[in-house]
């Protein structure tokens, strides 16, 4: 990483680039067949020679985590590419940190308006480093920044940005109940909810400790005293079924549990090395 690239490293969120650099780890660490091709967030972060071998990096250390990333977005892009064939033609992502689909899917992208929604510093970065690499593309994601601190609603940033509420949509939020209060979630998912008819919410969610494999307790306990320590504490984590009685709830008409066992069915059925996603984190997508 260069040293323009390093003065902006402090605005982008660093789970965004976590989550960038294990995408790109998966095809570096892990043997065909792939479940996600995600070479471009290695690309965007540009990071320091040596990075594999980072504690938050290491292959065999991070191995069920980045299952678990790869396994929840190939699930989102199938998930959209069907809600696509069936003539959707909005798609948000809330949090959308350093995600790739509109740069890699093109022939997806094309037929929809993409919407990323995000932080402002995060999505500065981004656009910054789309330019320097010749990928802001005049046809590409309409970028969404709303700073959730101080309190600025994403749903006005949203239409704003030209997002149509009379249209159907399918919704992802990935990796983020887990940081936001049951009261911030329920608002969120109202406001989907009120969406029109035949949209669709993916979302995932941390299970709690008792609900994890034992032998992958003591690494989610590390992450979560990690991610206190780092200003950006796990604040929620949901029983399967606390999950889809929210749901219902805020006004979703139908809502599926999809499980890490089922993901592993779907993805990862008969390979060799045994590549698993993590049992600490799951979906639900609800449908208005």
């Known amino acids: ?24 780890l998966h095809l570096q660490a892990d043997p065909a067949p792939h479940v996600l091709d995600d070479a471009l967030g290695l690309r965007l972060v540009a990071p320091d020679e040596g990075w594999r071998e980072r504690p938050d990096m290491h292959p065999d250390a991070t191995r069920r985590m980045r299952a678990s ?29 350093l995600d790739t689909f509109a740069q890699r899917r093109p022939d997806l992208a ?8 995000d932080q402002p510093g995060t999505q500065a970065w981004k656009r910054r480093r789309l330019a320097e690499l010749g990928l802001d593309l005049p046809d590409g994601p309409r970028f ?57 919410l993916a979302m995932t969610f ?6 994890v494999g034992a032998d992958e307790r003591p690494g989610l306990q590390a992450t979560q005293h990690a991610a206190r320590a780092a200003g950006t504490p796990f604040v929620s984590l949901y029983a399967p079924s606390d999950l889809l009685a929210l749901t219902h709830e805020t006004g979703f008409r139908d809502a599926e549990h999809i499980s890490s066992a089922e ?26």
Do not use: N
């Open 1 to 24: 990483m260069d040293a323009h690239q390093a003065d902006q490293a402090h605005q982008v969120d660093g789970t965004a680039l976590r989550v960038a650099l294990w995408r790109a």
């Open 69 to 97: 990333i790869v396994a929840r977005a190939r699930f989102v892009e199938d998930l959209v590419t069907e809600r696509a064939e069936e003539g959707l033609g909005q798609y948000v992502l809330l949090g959308a940190g």
């Open 110 to 117: 094309a037929g929809l308006r993409v919407f990323e929604v």
């Open 144 to 200: 969404v920044p709303v700073d959730f601190e101080a309190g600025d609603s994403w749903w006005d940033g949203l239409v704003a940005a030209g997002f149509d509420p009379a249209r159907p949509a399918v919704v992802a939020s990935l990796g983020v109940s887990m940081y936001l209060t049951r009261e911030a979630t329920a608002a969120t998912l109202r406001q989907i909810a009120a969406l029109a008819p035949g949209s669709t």
């Open 206 to 211: 941390m299970l709690p400790l008792d609900l």
């Open 263 to 288: 993901l592993a069915d779907r993805y990862f059925a008969g390979r060799a090395d045994g590549l698993l996603p993590s049992s600490a984190e799951e979906l639900v997508v609800a449908t208005v």
